[in-house]
């Protein structure tokens, strides 16, 4: 397997877990009517994310990273580009939700956006890894 | 899925006839990725043309013996 294409797995099931762990715990405290606080949950999330990242990438990938190749450049701007309108189209839903929720909760919609878009990004990088290009 | 481009190419045999160079050599020496030069070996990928040049110095042959339009 590429080395990019691990790093993306990695990004991938790393984001997927820690942001699906702080929703379900966002989701039972709106749903319990408990405040759901956006600064410290969201800022350990980040932190845990970039540390799992940082933390599985040195441990699984040991062979040196060079430079991107063009085909990598290539799969990397598809992915993004996809990503984009991904994130374009979860934007319009955050905004929506500002007639059913608080601004707390509309914050967390952003984030969400946030999160399914690096999704999108991550497993667009993947697929390009192994598909024509 | 997107189809692949009608490039046909002659790589594996370049590289059997130069001393059976591994695709990591031939990546090494062109500044690509393995994986890269395995994509454009099963014409996955079409490379630009820079590194088409590339590739067919390594060979020491002219563009048209590493790859053939199918179109």
């Known amino acids: ?133 | 899925m997107p189809t692949p481009p009608p490039i046909k190419n002659d790589i594996r045999r370049l590289r059997f006839e130069h001393g059976e160079m591994t695709q990591a050599d031939l990546a090494l020496r062109i500044g690509m990725t393995r994986q890269t030069v395995a994509a454009i070996e099963q014409g996955k990928y079409s490379p630009s043309l820079e590194a088409a040049f590339r590739i067919a110095q390594v060979f020491g042959v002219g563009l048209d013996r590493v790859f053939q339009w199918e179109g």
């Open chain 1, 1 to 133: 397997m590429a080395l990019r294409e691990k790093s993306a797995w990695i990004s991938f099931w790393t984001t997927l877990v820690v942001y699906g762990a702080y929703f379900a715990y966002v989701g039972q405290a709106a749903a319990a009517g408990r405040p759901v606080g956006l600064a410290g949950p969201l800022t350990t999330c980040i932190l845990v994310l970039v540390v799992l990242q940082i933390g599985l990438r040195i441990a699984l990938n040991r062979e040196p990273r060079g430079p991107h190749d063009e085909r990598e450049r290539l799969i990397d701007l598809t992915a993004s580009k996809q990503a984009f309108y991904v994130l374009q189209v979860a934007a319009m839903g955050a905004a929506v939700t500002v007639y059913f929720f608080d601004k707390v909760l509309m914050a967390q919609a952003v984030i969400l956006a946030l999160a399914v878009s690096e999704l999108a990004r991550h497993g667009g990088i993947i697929l390009g890894h192994r598909r024509p290009c």
